[in-house]
């Protein structure tokens, strides 16, 4: 994309995976170009954290819940169509209007070659969180209790495809990290 430097006035192209700087110096942000200027941070679901959040016997149900409640902040939820379609129509319903909903078409060749050591492969729902990161630089990280992501080091995937640092971890690291107050029962 092409952009106007603020400073010089000189037409430069950004790169979304690069460090880009401008002849006069100045670092510019691909983020703060990209469509209108991105003010908010995504974070992507995974499909446990929507189970989690509204099933009612979960010891973990405060945090997701408090995190798909969230509102008026410079955080946002999202997460993508493969990963509705596999909690399911229940639960579907129940999902807050405030929720984002990513539509991923087709995943690369060389996303869904990635095998582990491990018996379980990552799923397409799984997937489907790593497209979206790539191809959205508003999505800042993955909230999940899966352990699929680490496995298959997803936040080394995504940083070498774009120039900004990612987070992974569950609802509770993600609660206390930006401090979200959770209702008591």
């Known amino acids: 994309m092409k952009v106007t430097c603020p400073v010089c006035k000189r037409r430069i192209r950004l790169f979304r995976n690069r460090k ?3 002849v006069c110096g100045k670092l ?3 983020r703060h170009f990209l469509h209108e200027k991105i003010t908010y941070d995504v974070y992507l679901v995974d499909a ?4 989690y959040g509204f099933e009612g016997r979960s010891v973990r149900r405060q945090y997701c819940e408090a ?5 008026g902040s410079s955080v946002c939820i999202a997460t993508t169509r493969q990963i509705i379609e ?11 209007e405030s929720l984002l909903v990513y539509t991923i078409n087709m995943l690369p060749s060389d996303l869904t070659e990635i095998k582990t050591d491990f018996y379980k492969q990552p799923s ?16 800042r990280g993955i909230i999940s209790y ?9 936040a080394g995937l995504v940083e070498r495809k ?20 959770i209702e008591e029962e």
């Open 20 to 22: 880009n700087v401008c």
């Open 28 to 30: 510019l942000n691909y």
């Open 162 to 181: 774009s120039s900004v640092k990612f987070w992974l971890g569950n609802a509770k690291q993600f609660v206390e990290k930006h401090r979200i107050q």
């Open 124 to 139: 397409i729902a799984d997937l489907s969180l790593i497209q979206a990161a790539f191809e959205h630089p508003e999505v």
């Open 67 to 71: 995190i798909l409640s969230m509102k």
């Open 48 to 51: 446990n954290i929507l189970i």
């Open 146 to 154: 899966d352990n699929d992501f680490a496995r298959i080091a997803t």
């Open 86 to 96: 596999e909690v399911g129509s229940t639960i579907e319903q129940q999902l807050p």
